[in-house]
């Protein structure tokens, strides 16, 4: 065992008998101060503090005058819970209840014996892990999500208060959208940390600026993970956005008019996979492949019939709505036949592909793109990972290409994704998601409903609302909305809606998994979803359906 002790002036005689006292049973980290002359208590707290919060230290004591002031100083720092004691009863109840870890005392208020005995008593108490308390202790964590950003309250009362609403609009809805995820505490602090102040054109130990050394060591980070995590040759992780990735892949690769065949966007294809409306169709010709009439499915002898009549110079493979899962291996095999480059995007499924539960296109593609939130649940961003022989045209696209500064907060939040995706428990996070989706969608589908291509293999399903029960996506996607169920309209495959009402909804799971619901939740939320939808203008089934989902979701917190 470990303690962290420190004082101010005032407390160092009581700080040195406690250290002679406790160093004979564990290991004590004196962080001082060594003499009475007059210094500020909150310094030494903070030394304190960061052993606790970095897990250098067990427990840590803080000695002061009264105690108050270095209780104030430590309990800013996340994963540290300071309490001022001056009783064993104290000590006792703080640490069973309230799971304590550093214990505050005043020099003025103990004499040595009574400080000893109550540190004994500390460091010996384990923390009651009754439904009660661990409830109460959950609520105390939980406030941090809102003392994140607290200081806006004050400062920008306009900006809190969408703040405050977007987090309380996720910890009492059922957030279905199949794009979105929520992020760990980590990866948000990494976010909204001082990196975002620094200026860093170029690439780790070839800026522009001066000063990089901070961030290149970020930076390295997360590339260095992202290779590792999914097996890559190389990563480029400076890309704002998705569309950014695949737009540095068109740069490095191809010329404006050349020639991409990829998935149509009403047939579960994305913007930036040469949609008229978006800079992908306006420069670059576009040929898109669609699914199979009757399945729904991609027809791969189709795909490799096509190809080879287009002879285009990037096969590009990925969607945002497409339920099944795609045969890099086979997609490889129609790129070498044609002679094209093989490009993936990935950003739907990468959570998937590195939790194991979906086969990897990155021993097959010449180059692979993604977000970084969806699936992975990190920072909004993207990033693109290539073969070798490719690494220098695509940074060369990235910078100067098309972006100048990165956003090297955001790089560092991506490389903590990519730890927190190293974790064994990430695996099993992964394979539920897809568990989820499955009992999800066969739950929608007992109650009469049509599913696109009958099922599903990833995170998200596709319901066809207009052929099930006569509505657009857009009104079902209202009438759950009211109901507390967030989900978003979507086009199906050969839709007859316009892309503004849609005759479908897509559905996804890796936000209700992220908060720790399994299969018996997918079989509550799917059958209210197939309530509310059974007739959208019954108010009063939107109305009990929204209540029992704040019930469901009161029990599974938000990171």
Known sequence: MKIAIASDHCGVELKSALVSALSSTVTVLDKGPAGTESCDYCDYAVEVARDIASGAADFGVLICKTGIGMSMAANRFQNVR??????????????????????CLGADCVDAAKALEIVNTFIGTSVDTDGRHERRRWKLERAGRLSDASGLMKDDPEVWAAIEAQTVQEDTEINLIASENTSSRACREAAGSVLMNKYAEGYPGKRWYSGCLPVDAAE??????????????????????????????YFATIKPGDTILSMSLDQGGHLSHGSPVNFSGKYYNIVPYTVDKDTEMLDYDALEKQALEVKPAILLTGASAYPRKLDFKRIREICDKVGCIMMVDMAHIAGLIAG???????????????????????????????KEKWAKALDSAVFPGMQGGPLENIIAAKAVVFREWMMPEKKGYAQQVVKN?????????????????????NHLFLVDVKTSKGITGKEAAAALDAAGIVVNKNTIPYDTESPFR?????????SVTTRGMKEAEMVKIGTWIAD??????????QERVKREAAELVAGFPVP
């Open 82 to 103: 300071a309490a001022l004691c001056a009783s064993v009863e104290a000590a006792t109840l703080t640490r069973r209840h309230n799971g304590a870890n550093v214990l």
């Open 220 to 249: 390295e980070l997360a590339r260095k993970r992202a290779c590792e995590l999914f097996g890559a040759d190389h990563a480029n992780v400076q890309p704002h956005c998705g569309s950014a990735a695949n737009m540095a892949v």
């Open 356 to 386: 194991g539960a979906h086969e990897s296109p990155v021993p097959y593609a010449d180059f692979v793109t993604t977000t970084t939130h969806k699936t992975l649940g990190g920072p909004r961003g993207g990033m693109v990972l290539c």
């Open 437 to 457: 989706c499955a009992v999800l969608c066969k739950t929608v589908q007992d109650r009469g409903y049509r599913i696109v291509s009958g099922g599903t293999d």
């Open 502 to 510: 849609t005759s479908g909804i897509r559905v996804g799971t890796a």
């Open 532 to 541: 509310v939808l059974d007739d959208i203008t019954d108010v009063s089934v």
